[in-house]
């Protein structure tokens, strides 16, 4: 049996429609989705099924057109600062794009992050620098850096506070063989010895086995689910 | 850690400079016209001040504008009624005939003072070289030349040449060390104003009331028409401990002039000179508003340019205040190092005014570095509020979403 407290995230009916007039896209069609507390599971999914999507409107970044959102036991309504203390307290983001900020230092992108969260940099960000291998680069602005190290800096900073949920938009996306293994090793471990819940999108079969729950997604909708 | 908008400051080196050099320049402009306006001014109310008296006798009809007064106006003889009138409180009286001439190509309001109470308008400053007229001979030619007049007020018809007669030289000005300095004349130099050739044979420290002092007859019989019977205005020293107020309205009563404090000097000039400080003013709100103008624009630019920074930021659970925060910080900064650039640009400007045009005075005072500072920090706050406002309505997705 199973209890609500058991999900840390449920959404219910999620509609999201994308771009005005003629060019709007109807992305997500009435999704349902719940997460377990420490689960790890995977989105998989065509371009243009709405992955991405659905991991924004899940982490609170924007709203659904229609559907509810719980995370952590808590209704999400449309107030703001709920969304942002959300976001601070449970969430932890790994994009595509890396999105670091331009201006700082790898090792200031995190402080920055965990600054937002009122903490700052402990012992577990020097050995999410050293597990990535980007303490060489910390120092180092992202334009200094290669695509793949911007990754894993990306990775730390998601990591570093230690947040409940983990959503990673193909975060191996841009890694090679060798640092996309040690990034899925490194989301098993926080995922069995943290109990922190991981939601990946990912287009890769070998990332997605290491999941815990494959979620096939198209149009919108999800298709199926391997265990 | 670097703060972050310091790290955008630095990122953007040359917009952010530009950004600050418009602060300072705007500053600086508050500041230095500021200080020129109220300096030059001020420094002729703080030489009133130097003069050893205590009232000023001035003719009813100016209602005791000090500022502009110059000329004929009083008859020399008031001297000797307060003199004789109210030698209970009053311990001298002063005329002064006033003048204006131009020297070092600036107008000044020449002082026409016999010698023996120069050292009342001079703050008994020592004279390199000396007084005019000092043993009285061009006085007593003078005295001569008005008893040969055919009748008691009549005008005299003498000539320059007469005047600067070396044996009763009446063409001798005393002028002060600012003047000097600036017009790089010496002791025995002659100079031409008003047509005449004159002889500076002193030159005493500035903060004495004028900066150029000339014989009273003198300064009476060129400017006043040949009429020497009147004076501009007198200056009034009362026995110590006499109340200023009663004893004003006493002599006012038995002159029928007005006889006001010589500290009043001072509101006269700024009253008399308002339009200027309002001009003044007026420049440097405009001035100041382009400058806030400026950064709002340059931190608009910047929220716009970094819609991703600030959709990351907020991705990672930013509050609005956080972002808030962070905007009017980097204008904060930009602002602190245009100001302080300002000031420094101020002092410089307020150097470069002395070294070029040394008659005028630059008075930098913590009053107006505090206002500069003030207006910016204010103005920097208010320019930040809308370009603040944007970064908290930036569409996260779409920011992180765009290419």
Request: with cysteine.
């Given at each position: 049996m199973t209890h609500?407290?058991?999900?840390?995230?449920?959404?219910?009916?999620?509609?999201?429609?994308?771009?005005?007039?003629?060019?709007r896209v109807h992305v997500?069609?009435?999704?349902?989705?719940?997460?377990?507390r420490g689960e790890f599971l995977a989105v998989m999914g065509p371009s243009g099924c709405g992955k991405s999507t659905l991991l924004h409107v899940l982490g609170l970044m924007t709203p659904p057109d229609a559907g509810a959102i719980s995370v952590n036991g808590q209704v999400v309504t449309n107030d703001d600062r709920q969304r942002d203390i959300l976001r601070r307290k449970i969430f932890g983001f790994v994009f595509q794009r890396f999105n670091l900020l331009g201006a700082l230092s790898a090792a200031d992108n995190v402080s920055i992050s965990l600054r937002v969260r009122g903490a700052k940099p402990d012992g577990y960000v020097s050995e999410l620098f050293e597990t990535m291998g980007v303490s060489d680069?910390?120092?180092?602005?992202?334009?200094?850096?290669?695509?793949?190290?911007?990754?894993?800096?990306?990775?730390?900073?998601?990591?570093?506070?230690?947040?409940?949920?983990?959503?990673?938009?193909?975060?191996?996306?841009?890694?090679?063989?060798?640092?996309?293994?040690?990034?899925?090793q490194l989301f098993k471990q926080i995922n069995r010895n943290n109990g922190q819940t991981i939601v990946m999108i990912t287009h890769s079969p070998e990332a997605a086995s290491s999941a815990d729950r494959v979620m096939r997604m198209q149009d919108g909708q999800i298709l199926g689910q391997d265990f | 850690m670097r703060a972050l908008p310091l790290a955008n400051i630095l990122q953007h080196k040359l917009r952010s400079l530009l950004t600050a050099a418009?602060?300072?320049?705007?500053?600086?402009?508050?500041?230095?016209?500021?200080?020129?306006?109220?300096?030059?001014?001020?420094?002729?109310?703080?030489?009133?001040?130097?003069?050893?008296?205590?009232?000023?006798?001035?003719?009813?009809?100016?209602?005791?504008?000090?500022?502009?007064?110059?000329?004929?106006?009083?008859?020399?003889?008031?001297?000797?009624?307060?003199?004789?009138?109210?030698?209970?409180?009053?311990?001298?009286?002063?005329?002064?005939?006033?003048?204006?001439?131009?020297?070092?190509?600036?107008?000044?309001?020449?002082?026409?003072?016999?010698?023996g109470h120069w050292y009342v308008l001079s703050g008994r400053a020592k004279v390199n070289g000396r007084l005019y007229d000092p043993d009285g001979r061009f006085a007593r030619w003078l005295d001569e030349q008005i008893l040969a007049a055919p009748d008691e007020g009549a005008l005299l018809d003498i000539s320059a040449d007469q005047l600067g007669d070396p044996d009763h030289n009446g063409l001798e000005l005393v002028i002060d060390s600012r003047l000097a300095g600036a017009g790089r004349y010496r002791l025995g130099q002659t100079v031409n104003t008003?047509?005449?050739?004159?002889?500076?044979?002193?030159?005493?420290?500035?903060?004495?009331?004028?900066?150029?002092?000339?014989?009273?007859?003198?300064?009476?019989?060129?400017a006043?028409?040949?009429?020497?019977?009147?004076?501009?205005?007198?200056?009034?020293?009362?026995?110590?401990?006499?109340?200023?107020?009663?004893?004003?309205?006493?002599?006012?009563?038995s002159t029928r002039a007005d006889a006001v404090p010589v500290a009043d000097h001072r509101d006269k000039l700024t009253s008399k000179f308002r339009?200027?400080?309002?001009?003044?003013?007026?420049?440097?709100?405009?001035?100041?508003?382009?400058?806030?103008?400026?950064?709002?624009?340059?931190?608009?630019?910047?929220?716009?340019?970094?819609?991703?920074?600030?959709?990351?930021?907020?991705?990672?659970?930013?509050?609005?205040?956080?972002?808030?925060?962070?905007?009017?910080?980097?204008?904060?900064?930009?602002?602190a190092i245009g100001t302080a650039g300002g000031i420094v640009g101020s002092f410089l400007a307020a150097w470069a005014i002395q070294v070029f045009r040394p008659l005028l005075t630059v008075q930098i005072t913590i009053r107006w570095i505090v206002i500069a500072v003030a207006i910016a920090t204010v103005g920097a706050a208010a320019s930040a509020l809308y370009p603040a406002w944007r970064a908290t309505r930036v569409d996260m997705v779409e920011a992180l979403t765009l290419e």
């Open positions: 609500a407290d058991d999900y840390i995230l449920t959404a219910a009916g999620l509609d999201k429609s994308l771009g005005r007039g003629r060019a997500l069609r009435g999704l349902d989705l719940t997460v377990r680069v910390a120092a180092r602005k992202p334009s200094e850096m290669s695509i793949g190290q911007q990754q894993r800096v990306a990775v730390v900073r998601a990591l570093a506070h230690r947040p409940a949920l983990v959503l990673a938009d193909e975060p191996t996306g841009n890694l090679d063989s060798a640092n996309s293994r040690a990034l899925l | 418009g602060i300072a320049v705007s500053v600086c402009m508050l500041i230095t016209l500021s200080s020129l306006a109220r300096g030059s001014l001020f420094e002729i109310a703080d030489r009133w001040e130097s003069i050893d008296a205590d009232l000023m006798l001035l003719p009813r009809g100016l209602r005791g504008d000090s500022a502009t007064v110059a000329g004929s106006q009083l008859p020399d003889g008031l001297a000797d009624v307060i003199t004789a009138r109210h030698s209970d409180i009053v311990e001298y009286v002063v005329p002064v005939f006033l003048w204006q001439l131009q020297l070092a190509g600036q107008d000044h309001m020449a002082a026409g003072v016999d010698a008003a047509g005449y050739d004159w002889t500076i044979v002193g030159i005493v420290p500035a903060g004495g009331m004028t900066r150029i002092y000339m014989p009273r007859r003198t300064a009476q019989y060129l006043g028409s040949g009429n020497i019977t009147r004076s501009t205005l007198m200056f009034i020293k009362l026995i110590p401990g006499v109340d200023r107020g009663p004893a004003a309205r006493q002599i006012a009563e339009m200027m400080f309002v001009y003044v003013d007026t420049v440097n709100v405009i001035a100041m508003g382009i400058a806030f103008l400026f950064i709002m624009v340059m931190l608009y630019a910047m929220v716009l340019q970094r819609t991703r920074d600030i959709a990351i930021l907020k991705a990672n659970g930013a509050s609005n205040a956080f972002l808030l925060r962070q905007v009017m910080a980097e204008s904060m900064i930009i602002t």
